[in-house]
T-cell receptor, first 118, second 114 residues
């Protein structure tokens, strides 16, 4: 059981380049999330998708776009990378939204994608 | 808006000693509370959670936490730590009835020394 799979695990970009981080989950979860983790900052929510076909901004959405391709896949795109986007990016999934339906309250995380923008 | 404060960024402790990692959240509205652990170069995994009921919750690896509504705290404890507990620990909160997204604290790095 793979859980949440992110690709690539490492990427180096030059300022202005674009790239897409891919995420897939095999747990039939409804909700998916993209977080970034920076030293001393904890995890900050970039975008989330409460269910297939919907996406919403989180705390730090500027400079990013997302696509919920289907129930399994949720991608994060950097259109024009900036050094401030150097970070470790985590994809996560959950059965549903907090307080709604069958929700254990647990997020399942991928292993992370380390992005460096020069 | 909800916020989470982890009072210690780093906690060094000797093996077999007790440890407490402190967490306070800002809002007194009904909340769900979580502790996650991150081992080096890995994603986060759930240690324990408080959704309702008993205020003392037990998690994996011998950890437990107590929900204190009056003090808006959810401190994590373990009576005797092991070298393998060395990791970063994140407290997280979600407001009931809101968008429901988790708000994470900035993390506490636990270093267990022999």
């Amino acid at each position: 059981n793979a859980g949440v799979t992110q690709t690539p695990k490492f990427q180096v970009l030059k300022t202005g380049q674009s790239m897409t981080l891919q995420c897939a989950q095999d747990m039939n979860h409804n909700s998916m999330y993209w977080y970034r983790q920076d030293p001393g900052m904890g995890l900050r929510l970039i975008y989330y998708s409460a269910s297939e076909g919907t996406t919403d901004k989180g705390e730090v959405p500027n400079g990013y776009n997302v696509s919920r391709l289907n129930k399994r896949e949720f991608s994060l795109r950097l259109e024009s990378a900036a050094p401030s986007q150097t970070s470790v990016y985590f994809c996560a999934s959950s059965e549903g939204r907090m307080g709604r339906g069958l929700n254990t309250g647990e997020l399942f995380f991928g292993e992370g994608s380390r992005l460096t923008v020069l | 808006a909800q916020s989470v404060t982890q009072l210690d960024s780093q906690v060094p402790v000797f093996e077999e000693a007790p440890v407490e990692l402190r967490c306070n959240y800002s809002s007194s509205v009904s909340v769900y509370l979580f502790w996650y652990v991150q081992y080096p170069n890995q994603g986060l995994q759930l240690l324990l959670k408080y959704l309702s009921g008993s205020t003392l919750v037990k998690g994996i690896n011998g950890f437990e936490a107590e929900f204190n509504k009056s003090q808006t705290s959810f401190h994590l404890r373990k009576p005797s730590v092991h070298i393998s507990d060395t990791a970063e620990y994140f407290c997280a909160v979600s407001d009931r009835g809101s968008q429901g997204n988790l708000i994470f604290g900035k993390g506490t790095k636990l270093s267990v020394k022999p």
